[in-house]
């Protein structure tokens, strides 16, 4: 066997090191129409109901992507300033396109 084959990188290898880094989206959130509304820092992908996104402890019971940084969360009750609310760390619900996460945060309206 020559040299030159030996050294060859296997054409069906995959070379981690070309992969983007992945970041994490960090949300700013408002009320709008009783709704909560989220826009991130970073393009996102929902992948499910984000049921672990909760406004004064319950879960959402619909959402809408209008744009690729925003999301709009719909609640059994309307969403009122005074209300607290919390996104987890490490959500499976929601990723960013280079396969971060919402950063996690909590506040209140």
Known sequence: MSLTLASRRHPAGFDRAQLPLSTNAVATS?????KWQIDFTN???VIALPVDFLVNGQPPTQF?????TRITL????A???GQSWVIPSHS????TYTGGYAAAAAGTF
Not at 30 to 34: I, L, M, P, W, Y
Not at 64 to 68: E, K
Not at 74 to 77: E, I, L, P, S
Not at 92 to 95: E, G, S
């Open 30 to 34: 408002g009320v709008a129409a009783g």
């Open 43 to 45: 393009p996102v992908n």
């Open 92 to 95: 499976a619900n929601l990723r």
């Open 74 to 77: 719909t609640y059994a009750a």
């Open 64 to 68: 809408s992507q209008s744009t690729a």
């Open 79 to 81: 969403v009122a300033a």
